[in-house]
């Protein structure tokens, strides 16, 4: 039996509306309107895509939006100089800085120096604390949009076993703490799981993920999470975007594992649509909070 495809792209519109009567709701009360402002190093074309998308996104939601384009030969003292003076922006509610950045500069240190008010992303420590200890002032983007699907379909994790494969700062870390908690902002059905991390050096990974109720592959890996990998009938969340010779795939190999799994997410059209779903609701937080 063929899984249940889970439709990141029609579940992100529907958020897109509800955010936009709620920026809408915002703007009349306050005449305050939301900002981001994203920084941009260089000419990746991946990057470029990406902000477009958001540019486009902030415009459907009646948002604003700046974009500061710099050369790859910026210096790191140029971007914190940057990033200052958005920090400093009463205008400027959120701030996003492109990654990659280009070699010459320290990532860490750029999304370290963005204040923990603005940083829309939730990578700056003070936010990530604050997320471990259950009490965030944002989700980051990407896990929350994982848990969006997971509520939107109806996916209890609550007792269950999760395995995310891929430690990453960005997905795999935060969306494990995130799914541990007591509960989440949609409820402790999407939360309460016992969750395994696993990695490039876990031994035995098929054994692991063959446990799992729900699968979360974001290792960054063109179709590593092969159909052997799946127990029937489990969920599996595909994270990853690659780019290949036959065009963007993710980190499961789809047509095989849609026949063992019982739910699988599709790339693109999963998760991707959702992680700016979700940074444009973090953008409306940060307003409210700077507004008082």
């Given at each position: 039996m063929t899984a249940k495809r889970l439709d990141g792209k029609q579940l992100a519109a529907r958020l897109a509306v509800e955010l936009a009567a709620d920026v809408e709701e915002f703007t009349t009360a306050t005449k305050v309107v939301p900002t981001l402002a994203a920084v941009l190093v260089?000419?990746?074309?991946?990057?470029?895509?990406?902000?477009?998308?958001?540019?486009?996104?902030?415009?459907?939601?009646?948002?604003?939006?700046?974009?500061?384009?710099?050369?790859?030969?910026?210096?790191?003292s140029e971007l914190l100089t940057r990033v200052d003076q958005l920090n400093q922006d009463p205008q400027v509610?959120?701030?996003l800085v492109q990654l990659p950045l280009p070699g010459q500069i320290d990532e860490t240190r750029i999304l370290d120096a963005i204040v923990p008010a603005k940083d829309v992303d939730a990578f700056h420590p003070e936010n990530v604390g604050l997320l471990s200890q259950g009490r965030p002032r944002f989700l980051p983007c990407t896990p929350h949009g994982v848990q969006q699907i997971l509520h939107h379909y109806d996916i209890n994790i609550s007792g269950k076993h999760v395995v995310v494969v891929g430690r990453s700062e960005i997905v795999g870390k935060p969306l494990s703490l995130m799914l541990v908690q007591r509960d989440s902002s949609m409820g402790p059905e999407r939360a309460n799981a016992t969750v395994t991390i696993c990695h490039s050096r876990t031994n035995d990974l098929a054994s692991l993920t063959r446990q799992a109720d729900v699968v979360v592959a974001a290792i960054g890996k063109p179709r590593f999470i092969t159909a052997g990998m799946i127990r029937p009938g489990a969920t599996v969340?595909?994270?990853?975007?690659?780019?290949?010779?036959?065009?963007?795939?993710?980190?499961?190999?789809?047509e095989a594992?849609?026949?063992?799994?019982?739910?699988?997410?599709?790339v693109p059209g999963g998760v991707g649509p959702l992680t700016i779903a979700m940074l444009m609701r973090n953008t409306l937080i940060a307003a409210r909070l700077q507004s008082g």
């Open positions: 260089g000419e990746d074309p991946a990057s470029q895509v990406y902000v477009r998308h958001k540019e486009r996104a902030c415009k459907k939601a009646a948002m604003a939006s700046r974009l500061d384009r710099l050369a790859k030969e910026t210096t790191e509610h959120g701030i969340i595909d994270v990853g975007i690659n780019r290949t010779d036959a065009g963007l795939v993710g980190d499961v190999d789809f594992v849609q026949e063992v799994a019982g739910a699988i997410t599709p």
